[in-house]
């Protein structure tokens, strides 16, 4: 059990945030990441479609063997992580719960601003889950649906993009809040025109590290961390054709993409029973 | 035969633009059509994947029973129409070879601008399809993978479409051109600020009217047009829930959309062999 590998699942390629920071703190670890380019983006899809996508994914990870899995999209970890985590026998670790919690370390004057697609924002997760873990704070959301394709289109920086973030971000510096949710993997590599905006005193959360953190520590504590891996493997599979996840991915993961490979999901001949 | 309803799809809202010229121009026909919005965003895929969803949202139409099949969709058009009028006995029409032929009747300069997703332009279908028709023409091409995303947010004016439009259109404008095919049956919802910023001078094709008038003209060709219908039905399908292809599609169709179904697609049982 202990010598499978850590599956990862996104949308596309937005999770590839949360494999660096896998590769970074899990050094020892087999990686198997699946992105269903195919069928991005999750964002603006309801609950129900996103529901059936996080479980064809989850059966196509479970037929290769993984001994947990992360869920590295916001979307899927908003309305999907428990119908995934009922249907495994694994443990299975989401982006909002680990990003929830580091906003709640940080800020100072209770006022957390979240930003997210449609569809996470819509589900009201972020600020259910804040308000669990801390009643008293108050919660500011905010969905933005061009960010991913601006960050898809390369633009990052520049003035389309600071109009854009303008756009969504100016009410939230209106209200005052000291720390900002990126709820999305795409989000980071928006990060300079967001400060810009939101301005230095607002501190910005990305949950990567976080989500990389909770992960490491379910895995020590359950006794499946790997110590030692000669030759760690990192499997990387999408389901429309890898040329354009390659291009795009290398910039979420800031290294070189080299075994990319197409799978068709759903499965035709799903393996596990469960699901 | 004849009594069968024309069966429309598209990967999502955009083809309602040609069902709204189709009720127009064919006013006693039946109408079926399907939105893949679980699948949406066709024009960033590749095109296998492109081709797989055309071949499984035929198959679907086919289910119902149609007469003919009109691809309301650019992406599909460019990149797999041979594919699917291989695989049926029914006519096919798509929107490329229509917009060609009006750009064409146009143009005075021979020096024509096609805009479109990434995939309709990387296909080169435009090009090979004005090529053919007038080998003395010059083709300037542009993919805009911005337009759907801006058209969906409903930002069709104000400083950041017009921003975004320049962005994409500048290096037209100096091209000399004395026509632009709108390639993507989102863009003529952001006709007021393309003509803008390319002048005028420049006219704008959108192929919804030619594609309505194409499929009549085969319908009565081989005698299949309806002349009489007491309550002529529209059925409009979506492959993720109705809310949304609900808000969205009716500033495609210009009038209210009150039944939508939700179909998962591929289907389970396809009825016909030959796909």
Known sequence: MKDLPVGIFDSGVGGLTVVKEVLKLMPFEDVVYLGDTARVPYGIRSKETVTRYAIENTEFLLSI???????????????????????????????????????????????????GTETTINSSTYQRELKKLDPDIEVFVKACPLFVPLVEEGLTGGEIAELVVRYYLDEMKD????????????????????????????VLIDSAVETAEAARDILKEIDLLRQTNPSPSRRFFVTDSPERFRSVGERFLGQSLDMVEKVQIPLRNPVSQKL
């Open 65 to 115: 063997g993984i001994k947990m899995i992360i869920i590295a999209c916001n979307t899927v970890s908003a309305v999907a992580i428990e119908e995934v985590s009922s249907r495994v026998d694994i443990p299975v670790v989401g982006v909002i719960k680990p990003g929830a919690l580091a906003a709640l370390r940080v800020t100072r004057n209770h006022r957390i601003g979240v930003i």
């Open 175 to 202: 209200n005052g809040i000291d720390t900002l949710v990126l709820g999305c993997t795409h989000y980071p590599l928006l990060k300079a025109v967001i400060r810009d905006v939101v301005g230095p005193e607002v």
